[in-house]
T-cell receptor, first 110, second 114 residues
Framework: GEDVEQSLFLSVREGDSSVINCTYTDSSSTYLYWYKQEPGAGLQLLTY???NMDMKQDQRLTVLLNKKDKHLSLRIADTQTGDSAIYFC??????????WGAGTKLIIKP | KAGVTQTPRYLIKTRGQQVTLSCSPI?????VSWYQQTPGQGLQFLFEYFSETQRNKGNFPGRFSGRQFSNSRSEMNVSTLELGDSALYLCASSFGQGVPGEQYFGPGTRLTVT
């Protein structure tokens, strides 16, 4: 079946860029998403990319999509302590059944 | 605009009992999706309701059911609780059209089954 994989942890220094990676298996995915979950809070949609796009930029966030390799990445520029959270990659077709990765915990070192 | 609210926030039940969780979506949203989040299985899609009809369903047993009311509020029911049902249950609301993942999540209901 469909699967989405992510590394469980990423540690970066404050001020550096963070790159969180994700691979997926469903070639018919239409949308790919990045969500953020802070401790004790629900999930928050950060950004999404349509499958016919290669890149999307939104302020400090850059999403890159390599459809051939089924690889998605989220780059956070100038990482701050407030970026500490778990980042989930998810994909969907046109229906509402999202398939989720396990989440990458971003740890910020001072 | 008020966010998605879920009640109760915490719940402790015994094996074999049943439980009902409630979700109130953002005003104007007609779609409500439910997810189960556990450390072992991560986030898994349960089902989605749109205009009082179940539109999508994940791979969960029939013990998990839901419904949506005319005001878009939704309830999820789990019967004959098992220890493995202990999880954070999240609901998310959206307009129900357009980008499926443009969902707004509630804080979740933490269910513990003993």
């Amino acid at each position: 079946g469909e699967d989405v994989e992510q590394s469980l942890f990423l540690s970066v220094r404050e001020g550096d860029s963070s790159v969180i990676n994700c691979t997926y298996t469903d070639s018919s995915s239409t949308y790919l998403y990045w969500y953020k979950q802070e401790p004790g809070a629900g999930l928050q949609l950060l950004t999404y990319i349509f499958s016919n796009m290669d890149m999307k930029q939104d302020q400090r966030l850059t999403v890159l999509l390599n459809k051939k390799d089924k690889h998605l990445s989220l780059r956070i520029a100038d990482t701050q302590t407030g970026d500490s959270a778990i980042y989930f990659c998810a994909e969907s077709g046109s229906n509402y059944q999202l398939i989720w990765g396990a989440g990458t915990k971003l740890i910020i070192k001072p | 605009k008020a966010g998605v609210t879920q009640t109760p926030r915490y719940l402790i039940k015994t094996r074999g009992q049943q439980v009902t969780l409630s979700c109130s979506p953002i005003s104007g949203h007609r779609s409500v999706s439910w997810y189960q989040q556990t450390p072992g299985q991560g986030l898994q899609f349960l089902f989605e309701y749109f205009s009082e009809t179940q539109r999508n369903k994940g791979n969960f047993p029939g013990r998990f059911s839901g419904r949506q009311f005319s005001n878009s509020r939704s309830e999820m029911n789990v019967s004959t609780l098992e220890l493995g049902d202990s999880a954070l249950y999240l609901c998310a609301s959206s307009f129900g059209q357009g980008v499926p993942g443009e969902q707004y999540f509630g804080p979740g209901t933490r269910l513990t089954v003993t």
